[in-house]
């Protein structure tokens, strides 16, 4: 006869182990404290309640039992799900496996569960994939979404709670954000010091906040240095988008021709090696590239890319931490993350007579 399951999950196994699932009870008998302690650690509400010590020994304890919470009496107890929906263009590159990385990490140790939802369409109207299901979620954290999908993902009238990761949009509960102008703007001063005053833009052919704010950094940056983007050429992301778009600014002018490519992810700078390698055109010598990102590919190419780093792990830990504040009702700021120029060997100082 099969044994019976209590509120807390005392029943055995499904059957597998033959051993009884542990209790919060056992937990609290483990380290030593009480129940009440236990449902403040392990549901995450124990900070200005139970000192830093007594809570990591409430986390040891569990995890050395196996302590799984039973998380349908809490929906019960709680009114919530406590899962989160992390909705990402892709999962092709490092990027965004880096976000999820980190949202799940920190979603792991608050006993949330995250949902993973690639869109199909990458970059853009993301259809809602629980529009019959919205009550199985508390939250939703979005990675690059057109401002058309937040409808969906938040539904009519009081939908959602939402996170925006790499955006503007007015329409949310919290943003994360990168520094993205300031990265673009580190790669443009890097160019110019070496004497670079033409520049081409191998821009990403998505309407989307992110690639707006690197071309405008850019363009106002060289500006104000005394250069120019001689030509902005837009094309997919990828390495086929990056080397026609790339060919196309190299040989498509009746002037001089551009000393540096400036590319908005380092999938499409890969292209442009590929296309200055096509063409005769050593690189740095004839034509600096530069990438952002900082993918693995990066350091994969040759000569390894200059470009941007952006701190993926930390935007997805950001993102759930905010949501997680946004459902305990507490203030959330606008969280900013730094941009770090990495310098390798795609760019060099401007062919001789180039600088004017």
Not at 82 to 94: E, I, K, M, S
Not at 123 to 147: E, H, K, N, Q, Y
Not at 157 to 171: I, K, R
Request: aromatic residues 2%; glycine residues 12%.
């Amino acid at each position: 006869m099969p044994e019976k399951s209590g509120p807390e999950g005392t029943a055995r196994d499904g059957g597998r182990s033959g051993r009884p699932r542990p209790t919060g009870h056992d937990v609290a008998s483990a380290a030593g404290v009480s129940q009440a302690t236990v449902s403040l650690v392990l549901g995450g509400k124990w900070e200005g309640r139970v000192s830093a010590r007594t809570a990591e020994a409430v986390r040891a304890a569990a995890r050395a039992l196996g302590y799984r919470p039973n998380l349908a009496a809490r929906t019960l107890r709680l009114g919530r799900t406590r899962t989160a929906l992390l909705v990402v263009p892709a999962l092709t590159g490092d990027f965004f496996a880096a976000v999820h990385r980190g949202a799940a990490e920190v979603a792991t140790a608050h006993d949330f569960g995250l949902l993973l939802y690639p869109s199909p369409e990458g970059i853009g109207t993301a259809p809602d994939p629980f529009a019959s299901a919205r009550t199985a979620l508390d939250g939703v954290i979005a990675s690059s979404m057109a401002p058309e999908a937040l409808a969906a993902l938040r539904g009519e009238g009081e939908g959602l709670p939402l996170v925006m990761l790499d955006s503007d949009e007015g329409a949310c509960d919290a943003t994360v954000n990168v520094d993205i102008a300031d990265g673009m703007r580190q790669v443009a001063v890097h160019l110019r010091e070496m004497g670079h005053r033409r520049v081409a833009h191998i821009a990403a052919a998505v309407d989307s906040w992110t690639f707006a704010v690197r071309g405008r950094a850019l363009r106002e940056t060289l500006r104000a240095g005394g250069g120019e983007v001689v030509t902005a050429e837009r094309a997919p992301l990828g390495v086929a988008g990056g080397l026609e778009a790339a060919t196309r600014a190299l040989t498509g002018g009746t002037g001089p021709a551009p000393t540096a490519l400036v590319c908005d992810d380092d999938l499409l700078a890969a292209g442009a090696l590929k296309a200055a390698r096509r063409l005769g055109l050593r690189v740095p010598d004839e034509v600096s590239v530069t990438g952002f990102d900082d993918l693995s590919l990066a350091t994969a190419v040759e000569p390894e890319l200059t470009t941007v780093r952006l701190p993926a792990e930390r935007v997805g830990a950001a993102g759930m931490e905010a949501l997680l504040a946004v459902l305990d009702g507490r203030r959330v700021e606008t969280t900013g993350l730094p941009a770090t120029l990495v310098a390798r060997g795609s760019t060099g100082p401007a062919p001789d007579g180039a600088a004017r």
